[in-house]
């Protein structure tokens, strides 16, 4: 073997496609039975497309990313559009990112771009520093808005207050003041037609490649014969946790079949951010425009135990991983790559973009510039 990949995900198999086309040997391992990291799906017993780490929806501005995973994909357009009911008691659902039908519809009024503007700059709580999420939200649209959409949502979802989470964490939710009621506005946005798991099977399939899931890197890396490793899971638990755990956020999916019910919701994904220990449940026909007498939904409950799903944003877990990138940064023949591995909240999108420009690197025909 040239080079072990650990991880099926994004990270892992962008990178094992790209090296095995410069002519290497790759083995991927993947500790789970199945390829594909947190953007695995098939076919729940109802025979629906489901998402089984909860909603992924592709969008990126990146046309060499879209255009390398488009040799892997046909696409089926789609715009995610997503709800907030912030009182489960009214049930009264509003448009997020909060846009001008959201302060209309919230307040009773009328107002066009410029009103919705205009109130706005009435009601938000100006920061001369932005550091914190709670900053950027207050920043932007002040505290009753901060209080119904995002304070309760985010306390659950990461077990912390928006002061205690990096600004990047809500400045990843923009605010209009037009009707745009779409959760992104990149210039690709797309599903891939038969589902992720096809789309890793094809970027997989190339006799450079041997894949072996079910098979942990604890159990099998010291006895397989290489040159370099490429590492895509927990930084900290390569390293054996030696400067202690990085914190990650877990999920539960908590899947349902709804066999009676043709539509569950109007949008593909509904927030909960003041009620219920769940925050958000997606209606995966939305996503993948599949016909059927029944749905299938997920519930996302967040918990601290489980698997690592998410990195979590803040000064003390930034310090605490720079100590590991500082480990990582010594080695020669051993790389990290991909939202565990370099402790980043990224999309998938920024995951390839990532990867691609790890794969270059090692590229035997890669021409090393004096910024590499
Ligand atoms: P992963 O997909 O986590 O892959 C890492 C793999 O490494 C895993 O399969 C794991 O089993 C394996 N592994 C770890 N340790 C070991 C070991 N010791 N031995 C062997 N194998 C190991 N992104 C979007 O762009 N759009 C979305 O809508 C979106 N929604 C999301 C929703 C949720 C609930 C979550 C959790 C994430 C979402 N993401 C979304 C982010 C997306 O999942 C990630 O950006 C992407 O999947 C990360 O790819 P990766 O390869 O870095 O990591
Ligand atoms: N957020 C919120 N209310 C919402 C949606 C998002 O407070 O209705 C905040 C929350 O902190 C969340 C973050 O914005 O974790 C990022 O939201 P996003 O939908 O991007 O999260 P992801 O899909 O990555 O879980």
């Known amino acids: 073997m040239d080079t072990l990949i650990v991880g099926a995900g994004f990270a892992g198999a962008t990178t094992a496609r790209l090296l095995a086309e410069a002519g290497e040997r790759v083995l991927v391992i993947d500790k789970r039975p199945h390829i594909a990291g947190n953007a695995h799906d098939r076919r729940d017993a109802a025979g629906l497309l489901v998402h089984s780490y909860g909603p992924h929806i592709f969008h990126t501005n990146s046309e060499k990313v879209f255009a390398f995973l488009s040799r892997f994909t046909a696409w089926r357009p789609y715009e995610h559009r997503v709800l907030a009911v912030p009182d489960a008691r009214t049930g009264r659902a509003y448009p997020m990112p909060i846009n001008r039908t959201t302060i209309n519809r919230l307040y009773g009024l009328n107002l066009d771009a410029a009103g919705t503007a205009d109130f706005l700059e009435r009601v938000r709580e100006p920061r001369s520093t932005i550091r914190t999420s709670e900053d950027v939200v207050l920043n932007s649209v002040g505290r009753d808005l901060c209080e119904k959409f995002f304070r309760g949502y985010t306390r659950k979802q990461w077990g912390l207050d928006l002061s205690e989470l990096a600004g990047g964490v809500a400045a990843r939710i923009p605010t209009r003041t037009n009707d745009d009621d779409r959760y992104f506005t990149d210039r690709f946005q797309a599903m891939p037609a038969e589902g992720y798991t096809r789309l890793f099977e094809r970027l997989l399939d190339h006799p450079g490649i041997t894949v072996q899931t079910a098979t942990a890197y604890e159990e099998v890396g010291t006895q397989i014969d290489r040159r370099r490793t490429v590492f895509s899971g927990p930084i900290d638990a390569y390293y054996g946790h030696r400067y202690g755990r990085l914190p990650y956020r877990s999920l539960r999916f908590e899947h349902e079949h709804l066999a009676r019910c043709e539509q569950y919701q109007p949008v593909g994904t509904v927030n909960y ?24 939904i997920v519930r996302e409950y967040p918990t601290t135990e489980g698997e690592p799903y998410y990195p979590i944003p803040n000064s003390a877990n930034e310090a605490l991983f720079k100590r590991y990138q500082a480990l990582a940064d010594v080695e020669t023949e051993v790389f990290f790559i991909g939202r565990l591995a370099q402790y980043r909240y990224y999309n998938m999108d920024q995951v390839v973009a990532a990867a691609m420009a790890l794969a270059e690197r090692l590229s035997p025909n890669h021409c090393p510039r004096s910024q590499d």
């Open 273 to 296: 951010p003041n009620d219920h220990a769940y925050t958000r449940i997606t209606e995966f026909k939305h996503l993948t425009g599949e016909s059927h007498h029944g749905t299938s």
